[in-house]
């Protein structure tokens, strides 16, 4: 059972398009992390949404995490070839220790 | 100051054989972290340990997994008697203090096991 589902699961778009990325799910997370993970490495965590309704931006990227703490979304504006990666949510349990990682959206963007 | 660091970076073993895969976290941390990463699936959390502690590992299998944080040297993370189902790569996270909305965590590069 995956407790995050992403979609969508690949994307590939020109550059200088938009696009939205979505995590679900029905549990509610203390906090909700945004990852980019390039072939080969490790994840690199781009952001961390604490408060229900929040949105940060950073840059072109902009995440949101929904009011009753269960959803977020990425959101690029004007993509870029460096935006290529894999892109993973990880909700943080309430009770514990646990980070629930999504399923990945793959994202290319094309030159 | 170096990052989270794994090795080896892949690990080549047969069927029947042990894997130990080693894990030193940023300087300073002691909060460490074994995620595993199957093909087109995120990262399952496997266990978490602090210095000589093991924390949480509600996401290790009951049987031939195993993994330590001694108090001098790295985490390793041991697999006895490996199978095919085990070929994956393994991510080591460090924290300075309990990861979550204060604290970050760093992954390393991941060990890449193929399981012939």
């Known amino acids: 059972t995956q407790l995050l589902e992403q979609s969508p699961q690949f994307l590939s778009i020109q550059e200088g398009e938009n696009l939205t990325v979505y995590c679900n799910s029905s549990s509610v997370f203390s906090s909700l992390q945004w990852y980019r993970q390039e072939p080969g490495e490790g994840p690199v965590l781009l952001v961390t949404v604490v408060t229900g309704g929040e949105v940060k931006k950073l840059k072109r990227l902009t995440f949101q995490f929904g009011d009753a703490r269960k959803d977020s979304s990425l959101h690029i504006t004007a993509a870029q070839p460096g935006d290529t990666g894999l892109y993973l949510c990880?909700?943080?349990?309430?009770?514990?220790?646990?980070?629930?990682f999504g399923t990945g959206t793959s994202l290319t963007v094309i030159p | 100051n170096a990052g989270v660091m794994q090795n080896p970076r892949h690990l080549v073993r047969r069927r029947g054989q042990e894997a130990r895969l080693r894990c030193s976290p940023m300087k300073g941390h002691s909060h460490v972290y074994w995620y595993r990463q199957l093909p087109e699936e995120g990262l399952k959390f496997m266990v978490y340990l602090q210095k000589e502690n093991i924390i949480d590992e509600s996401g290790m299998p009951k049987e031939r997994f195993s993994a330590e944080f001694p108090k001098e040297g790295p985490s390793i993370l041991r697999i006895q008697q490996v199978v095919r189902g085990d070929s994956a790569a393994y991510f080591c996270?460090?924290?300075?203090?309990?990861?979550?909305?204060?604290?970050?965590?760093?992954f390393g590069p991941g060990t890449r096991l193929l399981v012939l």
């Open positions: 996270a460090s924290s300075l203090g309990l990861a979550g909305t204060q604290e970050t965590q760093y």
């Open positions: 990880a909700g943080g349990a309430l009770v514990g220790n646990q980070f629930y």
